[in-house]
């Protein structure tokens, strides 16, 4: 198996943005684009990493900008900011998640554009979230310890399946925002499943977060993402 990657930019409304594509380039098949959503640091190893292990499962893997060039945090205090300012403006991040779709379904071969999914982690467990929200036509998106409060913009008529992986310990989901999350989403007429690990906080995916990192979560977690797509791709085996 070659892991194959290249970088693919994009603009939207003025800005330009850098995706990270990863695949495995031993075969010619058209398949699936999972996008991967990540951290509020924004696109960083641990996302390609991410892309690229999804590359070996058979996907396309695209992880995404959401800052824009020149908008990079450089440590956790200038992602703070960053992820502010997005969450000020959940409008414009659903537009700027809204692009980053449409330039994973035209990223060309291998890539199915007709098969697209969407996994994030931490902040961008809630950019998947907002994705199913607005009503994008994706297969199903993965939240990994996201973070749960609705946007301000009504939820658009949901078509994708989701799956909400979840850190029972996480303060910054405590139990009241897990049951208000699975509240909306029933409402919305969502087809959605809620797994919760126990002893487990935020960002338990993350071996560079040691206080956080659970291994054992951070296994089941994939395990189950992995379930969830062969589900919602339909692929056999």
Known sequence: MAIANRTIRYEHQGVTFEAYAAWDDGSDAARPIVIVAGTFMGRTAFEEAKARSLAELGYVGIAIDFYG?????????????????????????????????????????????????????????????????CGADVAG???????????????????????????????????????????????????????????TVHAFTNPAREEMYNPRADRRSWQAMRNFLDEVFAVDG
């Open 69 to 133: 060039l020149g908008n990079w945090p450089r440590d956790f205090d200038e992602a703070r900011e960053r992820m502010g300012e997005m969450d000020a403006d959940r409008g414009l991040l659903r537009d700027r998640l809204l692009a980053s779709l449409d330039m994973a379904r035209d990223a060309g071969a291998p890539g199915d554009p007709a098969r697209v999914a969407a996994i994030g982690f931490c902040f961008g467990g809630k950019c998947v979230l907002d994705l199913a929200r």
């Open 141 to 199: 998106v993965v939240s990994f310890h996201g973070v749960y409060d609705a946007p301000p913009f009504p939820n658009g008529g949901v078509k994708a399946k989701l799956l909400v992986l979840h850190g029972w310990d996480d303060p910054l989901d405590p139990p009241e925002t897990v049951l208000a999350l699975s509240e909306e989403l029933t409402e919305a007429g969502a087809d959605w499943q809620l797994h919760s690990y126990g002893h």
